[in-house]
């Protein structure tokens, strides 16, 4: 008795099959999706969506310098969770 052959591939999304970009697109959006949760909920997210948040507050400091004390103020919550997180004693 066969087996019946499976298809291989990744399976396919809402009926067709993704291409690469579309693929690639979607991940992104995701990554930017927790990195905007991580800023919300800092208890709640990963530690590679919390590190993002941090890097794109710090280069926004460098590009525009008017809003340094607002990113500064954004990522306080981010770095505490981190020292939390990770038991880092900052003096």
Do not use: F, W
Request: glycine share 4%; proline share 7%.
């Amino acid at each position: 008795m066969e087996t019946p052959a499976k298809k291989a591939g990744r399976p396919a999304k809402q009926g067709a099959a993704q291409t690469p970009a579309q693929r690639q697109a979607a991940y992104r959006a995701r990554l930017v999706q927790a990195q905007d949760n991580a800023m919300l909920k800092p208890g709640t997210a990963n530690t590679a969506a919390l590190l993002a948040s941090i890097k794109h507050y710090c280069t926004c400091i460098d590009t525009t310098p008017d809003h340094a004390d607002i990113a500064r103020r954004l990522v306080a919550p981010v770095i505490r969770e981190l020292c939390d997180r990770y038991k880092i004693q900052l003096s």
